[in-house]
């Protein structure tokens, strides 16, 4: 994860795909699990931040009403 | 005179002028009629009246008279084409009707005023066109439930359309979530039929920039008449033809704004509408949070699971192995029986030696043989369980870099392989491998 544009879906979609590991596993990888717990752990760490750092932002846009023209 | 420098505005009477008519300055007709059209701008009003004669002009605009019903005075008035077309009021003599606009004095044409809007007038009359365009857009299918697009989950980028005086948009601002949104807010009146134009131009305004996640359209409750705007056709057209999913929290009685029906989702609060968009993001929230303590479980389960097959395991091999070590704990006692047998005999003998020597050697010789010969059964029987014994039986012993190889797994395709043999050991190599899965052979 470097600075490109954080998507919270793929967060939540790859955290699902880690449960999904583990509920799949018929050998035990500890190692391997270790990885995906680490994974999963920078994940949720970053989706939370994501979700609760950002203030909004908010726009008033200035519209020009075209007037009618007299006939 | 003192409205004339009242009237605010683009139009800001020229102070000047004013002075000289308290002068007695003479004008001409030009900048006199001039003067009066300024003036009578002033009298910007909402009036209710009778229509009667209904002319199209050539260029499309609506030239109609408004009256009393009982008196006999009139006013002439125009409603330019544009907003003719948007406010679907078809005017039809004898029909009432509310006209917002102002006087003007036109140099060629005279007195007439210029109706910005215009309204239906009278009891029921609106809750019956209202019921009339429902009807009508309903069967073209505008408010099914098949048009309807889902919001988009995790919106960020939200155009936002309402009355900035009103409170629908602190309602909207406070319940709204910190979750990064940006909002793109236009300023637009919500309050009557007079409300339609600024409406339909912040939709176009999106339309045309685009840029938005989804589209939020709010105001607080009112009459059918106060919610008129969002029942005009063009502006429920409008929304259905949005190229993003639209949200509408347009509170209301016993009506449902068309505007409503016709957007992707409906509530009737604008605090509701700021739960919808916030509906992902909560969910991500508490998503997180279980997925942190599942990951953090099943991890825990597969350490169990790997303890567990530990120990399965090393029961499995002590199982085995069990009537080995059970043969060879029977042997050791039987060793230790014999040997405590010899110390026994040993001393008997010790002590009887002086009584006869002779007989006792040839006893001894003959215990000894006896011994000799369960000693060499024990060692035979030893060497059946010696692994390296085995090996005189055609199995053999492959190691791979010290180790055993025990799986297909163990050993790479070209690495050495010492295989261990009865007599002695094999080098060898490794050509290719098959692995024929858990059950082996």
Redesign the interface.
């Known amino acids: 994860m470097g600075k490109e544009e954080f998507n ?2 793929q967060a ?1 979609k790859k ?2 795909g ?2 999904n590991w ?2 799949n ?1 018929e050998e ?1 990888d ?1 190692e391997a ?2 990885e ?2 680490k994974e ?2 920078a994940l ?1 760490k970053r ?2 931040k ?3 750092k ?8 200035k ?1 020009e ?2 007037e ?2 007299d ?1 | 005179m003192v409205f004339f420098i009242a009237k605010g505005g683009n139009r800001v009477y020229n102070k000047t002028m004013v002075d000289y008519l308290a002068d007695g300055k003479i004008f001409s007709v030009s900048d006199y009629v001039k003067l009066l059209d300024e003036g009578l701008r002033a009298f910007r009003a909402r009036i209710v009246g009778e229509v009667s004669e209904v002319n199209p002009g050539p260029t499309g605009h609506i030239y109609f008279t408004l009256k009393d019903e009982k008196d006999e005075y009139l006013i002439r008035c125009v409603i330019w084409r544009g907003r003719y077309n948007l406010y679907g009021v078809r005017l039809r003599e004898g029909m009432k009707i509310i006209a917002s606009g102002e006087p003007s004095l036109h140099p060629k044409y005279g007195f007439k005023f210029i109706a910005e809007v215009i309204e239906p007038a009278g009891e029921g009359i609106l809750k019956k066109e209202y019921e009339a365009l429902k009807k009508k857009l309903e069967a073209e299918g505008i408010f099914s439930p098949e048009r309807k697009r889902p919001i988009p989950e995790f919106p960020r980028r939200v155009g936002l359309i309402t009355s900035w005086n009103g409170a629908a948009i602190n309602d909207f601002l406070n319940n709204l979530g910190k979750y990064g949104y940006q909002i793109k807010f236009i300023d637009s009146r919500v309050e009557g039929q007079a409300a339609v134009p600024e409406l339909i131009g912040a939709i176009d305004y999106f339309i045309e920039r685009g840029q938005i996640d989804v589209l939020v359209l709010i105001r607080g409750g009112g009459s059918l008449e106060s919610l008129q705007a969002f029942n005009n056709e063009t502006l429920v057209r409008r929304i259905a033809s949005c190229p993003f999913p639209v949200i509408c929290g347009i509170g209301h009685d016993k009506d449902v704004p068309l505007a409503s029906l016709a957007a992707d989702r409906a509530v009737s609060t604008p605090t509701a509408v700021t739960s919808v968009l916030n509906e992902s993001w909560d969910r991500a929230l508490a998503d997180l949070s279980m997925f942190e303590k599942e990951i953090i479980y099943r991890y825990q389960e597969m350490l169990r699971k790997a303890e567990f097959s530990l120990e399965d395991f090393s029961n499995k091999l002590s199982g085995q192995f069990g009537v080995f070590f059970q043969n060879l704990e029977k042997l050791s006692t039987q060793l230790k029986d014999r040997l405590a047998e010899i110390d026994y005999s040993i001393r008997n003998i010790k002590r009887s030696f002086v009584v006869n020597k002779d007989l006792l050697l040839r006893g001894f010789k003959k215990w000894t043989d006896n011994t000799g010969i369960f000693l060499e059964g024990v060692e035979k029987q030893l060497k059946i369980f010696n692994p390296i014994y085995q090996l005189r039986f055609g199995y053999s012993l492959v190691y791979s870099r010290k180790k055993l190889v025990r799986s297909t797994k163990d050993v790479e395709v070209g690495e050495p392989l010492d295989i261990r043999v009865s007599d002695g050991k094999i080098n060898s190599e490794v050509k290719g491998k098959t692995n024929y899965g858990k059950r082996g052979i």
């Open positions: 919270i879906k939540l955290l699902e880690i449960i583990f509920e596993r035990m500890i699990g270790l995906k717990v999963g752990a949720i989706s939370r994501e979700l609760k950002v203030e909004n932002e908010f726009e008033k846009i519209r009403l075209e009618e023209e006939a």
